[in-house]
């Protein structure tokens, strides 16, 4: 019996995890071609919260050159069994603030198996339904307390303060077969750019949006402070034209009241 | 146990074995399905969340 749950688990999960994790990329994809699908960089306020299911692609190349995982909305066991989860109330991608992912190192697919393995300088690319955001990692990773909700804060470990930058956080356990330490690696935005094959379609919002068509000029936008102890000025021109007013001022972001009360 | 139950299965040998194996993927089937996926939350490696 206990041979087989050994079975079950080594084996059988990851067995299931990819179908799930191929199958809601093939569904998202679908949606995408059709002008479909959750519209997580949409600027108007107040936000729409995400609908629950897969609402963007990750790639990661230091972990595999077809290393290519669904993000779903919400970090319950069904979301991360099917690729990587969203923490519902930390940041979205186009906007100050900090996208917090997890996503399991052991069993289940274990898309983060080799996250110990990410280095300052390597990219973490955020696929949503009209924009392609390429987020580089600025410091070594670090080890933190599973309790530490601080990491996953608008700006990691400062309470209250009210964000200037685009960060992307990833947790998972460590070490890899344990609980006792999570993972921790942060990434900041370094581009923009419209998704290729990105459908154009009618703003919900009457704000612009990123669509090839509405904004040639971000059609390539490198940014220039890639790192975090870039300057503040360095920073701000990352919320770039692309990314219309809403993102670039804090005060319009309620994300820095949030993220005190991250559940996992 | 087992031979508990293979007493009790009716009719001759090849019906015996083939209705063994049927109980036999029944039973798999249901751990996988429902019992392993159970269990599974207990396990420590699966929590990568930071949590309050």
């Known amino acids: 019996m206990l041979l087989l749950f050994c079975v079950y688990q080594l084996w059988w999960t990851n067995v299931e995890s990819a179908q799930a994790r191929d199958s809601a990329i093939d569904g998202l994809t679908e949606l995408w071609q059709a002008g479909q699908g959750p519209d997580v960089d949409d600027r108007a306020e107040p936000q729409e919260p995400i609908p629950g299911g897969a609402w963007a692609i990750l790639r990661i190349p230091r972990l595999g050159d077809g290393w290519k995982e669904p993000v779903l909305e919400g970090v319950g066991a069904d979301e991360l069994h099917k690729g990587i989860g969203h923490y519902p109330e930390s940041g979205r991608p186009g906007r100050n603030g900090n ?20 280095r300052p300088g390597d990219k973490i690319v955020l696929e949503t339904r009209d924009s392609v955001y390429t987020y580089v990692v600025d410091d070594p990773w670090r080890i933190v307390k599973p309790t530490q909700v601080g990491v996953v804060l608008p700006v990691p470990d400062q309470p209250g303060v009210a964000p200037t930058e685009q960060i992307i956080t990833l947790t998972t356990c460590n070490p890899r077969w344990s609980s006792t330490e999570r993972l921790i690696v942060h990434g900041v935005l370094n581009s923009v750019r419209p998704r290729p094959g990105a459908v154009a379609t009618a703003p919900s919002s009457g704000a612009p949006k990123a669509t090839p068509k509405a904004t040639p000029e971000a059609s390539r936008q490198v940014l220039p402070g890639a790192t975090r102890k870039a300057s503040p000025g360095a920073t701000r021109k990352a919320s770039p034209t692309a990314v219309p007013s809403p993102a670039a001022s804090p005060a319009l972001s309620p994300a820095g009241s949030r993220g005190a009360d991250v559940v996992g | 146990m087992y031979g508990w139950i293979w007493r009790r299965l009716p ?42």
């Open chain 1, 99 to 118: 996208v917090a992912l997890a996503g399991h190192r052991a069993t289940n697919g274990e898309p983060f198996r080799d996250l110990d393995r990410m």
């Open chain 2, 11 to 52: 009719g001759p040998l090849p019906v015996r074995l083939l209705l063994s194996a049927v109980l036999l993927a029944a039973a798999v089937y249901l751990l996988f399905t429902v019992v392993f996926p159970w269990a599974e939350s207990a396990l420590p490696f699966l929590e990568v969340t930071v949590d309050e």
